[in-house]
């Protein structure tokens, strides 16, 4: 399927399912692919930073993209952020050549500036290949990398393979407010802007120009029903969706036991198999699984697909 600037709609960032021996679990894999065509997303991104790529080897992570390839006909995007650029064109390489859409590159923790910033795009857009369409991934909190809009606009008109930003910077709405004004007035070509953060500020950020999500949240089927509301303007009810969910929300994006929550909510949706993370990995205390349980069932009073039999 074809993958451009034009992408809209809700991707979804794929956890990693792994068993409770810490083997890669591609049973989980395939209810995982069928669980978010069943929701109605528009892509797939896997391998990202909550995939837990680092952790896996070379072989297990190109094992992973053609299982999934070969599972789903939705567009999928690998993440191929490495420290280095020959490890980062292996993965985009053998990705591409098993059929992904694109891939995802976040910036080294070692850039300082601008122009450093720049030079790392351009050469990771030549190493993935000049033919692959990339995603700039924007997220200061956790790369320490802080991208302004002048930076993007660069890394944009220097590449033409670059397609889609997802755009994870806090505070942000004004960022996407900035950037399809340099659209408006001609200084930066149209490129597909997808949101993460956990959906956090979903809601806002459709107004201000984003294109959807791209993000993890263990309900994507919600965030696909909120961006379709946001693009057909029922504002209010978007709104009313988001607001629903926003406590469970909130409490996933907390940073080191995010994915912990993620992995915990979709186990319990019958997903997942196992809640497992590989090492260095932080697991929810019985307090904490305890809180998720209550959340779920505050939510299910309004949402029906949250009702896992928590108590």
Same mark, same amino acid.
């Given at each position: 399927?074809?993958?451009?600037?034009? !992408?809209?709609?809700?991707?979804?960032?794929?956890?990693?399912?792994?068993?409770?021996?810490?083997?890669?679990?591609?049973?989980?894999?395939?209810?995982?692919?069928?669980?978010?065509?069943?929701?109605?997303?528009?892509?797939?991104?896997?391998?990202?930073?909550?995939?837990?790529?680092?952790? &896996?080897? %070379?072989?297990?992570?190109?094992?992973?993209?053609?299982?999934?390839?070969?599972?789903?006909?939705?567009?999928?995007?690998?993440?191929?952020?490495?420290?280095?650029?020959?490890?980062?064109?292996?993965?985009?390489?053998?990705? &591409?050549?098993?059929?992904?859409?694109?891939?995802?590159?976040?910036?080294?923790? !070692?850039?300082?500036?601008?122009?450093?910033?720049?030079?790392?795009?351009?050469?990771?857009?030549?190493?993935?290949?000049?033919?692959?369409?990339?995603?700039?991934?924007?997220?200061? &909190?956790?790369?320490?990398?802080?991208?302004?809009?002048?930076?993007?606009?660069?890394?944009?008109?220097?590449?033409?393979?670059?397609?889609?930003?997802?755009?994870?910077?806090?505070?942000?709405?004004?960022?996407?407010?900035?950037?399809?004004?340099?659209?408006?007035?001609?200084?930066?070509? %149209?490129?597909?802007?997808?949101?993460?953060?956990?959906?956090?500020?979903?809601?806002?950020?459709?107004?201000?120009?984003?294109?959807?999500?791209?993000?993890?949240?263990?309900?994507?089927?919600?965030?696909?029903?909120?961006?379709? %509301?946001?693009?057909?303007?029922?504002?209010?009810?978007? %709104?009313?969706?988001?607001?629903?969910?926003?406590?469970?929300?909130?409490?996933?994006?907390?940073?080191?036991?995010?994915?912990?929550?993620?992995?915990?909510?979709?186990?319990?949706?019958?997903?997942?198999?196992?809640?497992?993370?590989?090492?260095?990995?932080?697991?929810?205390?019985?307090?904490?699984?305890?809180?998720?349980?209550?959340?779920?069932?505050?939510?299910?009073?309004?949402?029906?697909?949250?009702?896992?039999?928590?108590?």
């Amino acid at each position: 399927m074809v993958f451009d600037a034009t !992408a809209r709609g809700m991707y979804a960032i794929a956890p990693t399912p792994f068993t409770p021996e810490g083997a890669i679990d591609f049973a989980s894999i395939d209810r995982l692919c069928a669980f978010y065509e069943d929701c109605g997303v528009d892509g797939l991104t896997i391998l990202g930073i909550l995939g837990e790529a680092p952790k &896996m080897t %070379h072989e297990e992570s190109l094992a992973i993209v053609r299982h999934v390839i070969a599972r789903t006909s939705l567009p999928i995007i690998v993440g191929v952020s490495a420290p280095g650029f020959a490890t980062m064109s292996a993965l985009a390489s053998a990705s &591409m050549d098993a059929g992904a859409a694109g891939v995802m590159i976040a910036p080294s923790s !070692a850039l300082r500036t601008d122009d450093q910033i720049v030079g790392y795009f351009a050469q990771a857009a030549a190493a993935v290949g000049v033919q692959t369409p990339f995603v700039i991934q924007d997220y200061p &909190m956790v790369t320490g990398v802080k991208m302004a809009n002048d930076v993007i606009r660069r890394i944009v008109a220097d590449n033409a393979n670059c397609v889609m930003l997802k755009h994870e910077d806090w505070p942000g709405l004004d960022k996407i407010s900035q950037l399809r004004a340099f659209e408006a007035d001609g200084s930066m070509r %149209h490129i597909s802007i997808l949101c993460g953060n956990g959906g956090l500020f979903l809601d806002f950020e459709t107004e201000r120009g984003a294109d959807g999500a791209m993000t993890g949240y263990a309900f994507p089927d919600m965030l696909v029903e909120l961006v379709a %509301h946001a693009q057909a303007g029922r504002r209010d009810e978007a %709104h009313d969706l988001f607001d629903h969910h926003l406590p469970l929300l909130r409490y996933e994006h907390q940073q080191g036991v995010g994915l912990s929550v993620r992995k915990y909510i979709l186990k319990k949706r019958g997903i997942l198999a196992s809640d497992l993370q590989r090492a260095p990995r932080a697991v929810l205390s019985p307090s904490a699984s305890r809180e998720v349980d209550y959340l779920l069932a505050r939510l299910a009073r309004h949402d029906p697909r949250a009702n896992t039999g928590a108590a």
